[in-house]
């Protein structure tokens, strides 16, 4: 019982003993050996920690807890201490989120910045929404079933709140909100949640881009979303043999084969699982929502056309689906990314709010779910109850992009880069070495400074640790002399230098 003869010293001013510690120690191991002989408790049940230890030294006497009477300063029986049954943590997330640490939060930095870097040659300024949004915001545009995706409560006030499984809804309503100067060009890159099943790249908690146009009714305003994209991808090494853009039109494609408004979004959820589900079910549901089996037919053979040439025999060249398209395909050669778009009738994607060209980015090898998408919706303002504004965005999820990365073999390296590590040669000088420290730091130089005493050769595999570009060393004689000694760790090179010359 060493941890227990060690820890009872602490008892004694507690309980004004007036008994020698050694008789006090056998009087309380002894009473633990009668409890383990009495109840038949497994040893590892009884607590000997000194944390326990320390309530047992709290103990009162019988007088003092309100119980029998007893002789004044008698020794109160000690409680038995049973360690509750804790269940052990799941130290992993929990299914469907991720940890950020260092390593893995630079790569997520970097990604981010080049997003936010494109955004600002594009001439877009960044906004952000609160993460947690009323529950009505999101079935409002996508319907009650939308529910059972969403990570949805009732707050202490008894409001209905969700997490919120997408940006778009939230800029709607601080467009609608602030009333702003149209037109606008906004992005944002924000943290969404969706209950949902998972797949490689598909998480339930996801980082997303967006970025919106409000108030361009033209072609121009999808063209310029597209450009921005195409630049995001040169910019982290993706190229258009890698990653291309399915477009496709909402205005006519469906409309056409007289699908009423009330059944126009369910249709385009089933069309969206085209190439998930097999196209006997994908007729199924068509029929099970109203549709009849001469429409479904013709609609999947109009679906099935990756030409814009022969859409236009189809339909027609009159329609404002072909014109609009015609036009975002003579832009794109105008912006330069001809190659990364290719006509696609059976993107129609899920969400209802869609009113015009829809376009979704995907991996040419098909291993990967669509890495990005968007498109025109015009009316999803009037939903909320504001004014019908033309309107265009894309969403762009961190997951899958990483995945490509990943699988392309060019996920960048990002080592953690400081460029002075200060270290003081004596504890006296370590005040010393925060003043050096706060010089550079106010000069806007990034510092390690060692807290605690070290020897040269922890400070130096430390430097390597960190990829410092210098130490600088405080010793006393060079101290003495208001200088520090500065090391190049790239050359070798040493010198000293005068504290107020230190760059």
Same mark, same amino acid.
């Given at each position: ?22 008789? %006090? ?145 939230? %800029? ?19 943290? @969404? ?40 991808? +040169? ?20 409309? @056409? ?5 009330? *059944?126009?979004?369910?249709? @385009? ?16 549901? %068509? ?11 013709? *609609? ?10 022969? %859409? ?136 390690? *400074? ?6 040269? +050769? ?46």
């Amino acid at each position: 019982m060493p941890t227990i003869l060690s820890s009872l010293h602490i008892l004694q001013p507690r309980l004004s003993l007036h008994v020698k510690p050694l008789f %006090l120690s056998f009087t309380y191991v002894s009473y633990f050996s009668l409890l383990l002989r009495k109840f038949p408790l497994h040893r590892q049940s009884l607590s000997m920690k000194p944390r326990t230890l320390s309530s047992v030294a709290s103990a009162q006497s019988p007088t003092e807890n309100g119980g029998s009477s007893g002789r004044s300063g008698a020794l109160a029986a000690p409680p038995v201490v049973l360690e509750e049954a804790v269940q052990k943590i799941d130290f992993n997330p929990p299914k469907g989120t991720r940890d950020f640490p260092p390593e893995e939060m630079r790569l997520r930095n970097w990604l981010f910045n080049n997003c936010r870097e494109v955004s600002r040659l594009y001439g877009f300024e960044e906004v952000d929404f609160p993460v947690l949004e009323s529950e009505a915001l999101f079935i409002r545009k996508a319907g009650e079933e939308i529910r059972d995706q969403l990570y949805c409560f009732e707050d202490h006030g008894n409001r209905r709140v969700a997490l919120r499984p997408e940006l778009t809804p939230s %800029l709607a309503r601080l467009v609608i909100q602030k009333l702003v100067s149209l037109p606008l060009k906004w992005s944002a890159v924000g943290q @969404c949640w969706r209950y949902e099943r998972m797949t490689r790249g598909r998480r339930r908690e996801r980082y997303q881009w967006n970025m919106d146009i409000v108030g361009v009714p033209e072609v121009t305003a999808e063209a310029e979303l597209n450009s921005s994209i195409v630049t995001f991808f +040169k910019r982290i090494g993706i190229t258009a043999s890698d990653v291309g853009f399915k477009v496709s039109s909402r205005k006519e494609v469906l409309r @056409c084969y007289s699908i009423s408004e009330n *059944l126009f979004g369910k249709v @385009c959820i089933i069309i969206d699982k085209i190439e998930k589900i097999p196209l006997d079910e994908i007729k199924k549901d %068509l029929k099970s929502v109203g549709m009849s089996e001469e429409a479904i037919e013709e *609609l999947l053979q109009v679906l099935s056309i990756k030409s814009l040439t022969k %859409l236009e025999e189809v339909l027609g060249g009159a329609g404002e689906a072909v014109a609009d398209l015609k036009q975002l395909f003579s832009l794109a050669e105008r912006f330069g990314y001809s190659e990364w778009i290719q006509f696609d009738a059976s993107v129609v994607r899920g969400l209802a709010y869609y009113t015009g060209i829809i376009f979704e980015g995907f991996d040419r090898e098909g291993k990967l779910r669509a890495i990005c998408d968007g498109g025109r919706y015009d009316h999803l303002l009037s939903t909320f109850g504001g004014d019908d504004i033309p309107a265009c965005g894309f969403g762009f999820g961190d997951a899958v992009i990483v995945e490509l990365l990943k699988e392309k073999g060019i996920i960048p390296e990002l080592s953690v880069q400081v460029e002075n590590i200060v270290c003081a040669l004596d504890h006296d000088l370590q005040g010393a070495a925060a003043k050096v420290a706060t010089l550079l730091r106010d000069k806007g130089q990034s510092v390690d *400074l060692v807290l605690e005493n070290k020897p040269l +050769k922890w400070v130096f595999k430390r430097a390597a640790r960190i990829n410092a570009q210098r130490l600088i060393l405080v010793g006393n004689t060079e101290w003495q002399k208001g200088m520090v000694g500065v090391k190049i760790l790239s050359t070798g090179e040493q010198y000293e230098v005068k504290l107020d010359e230190l760059d």
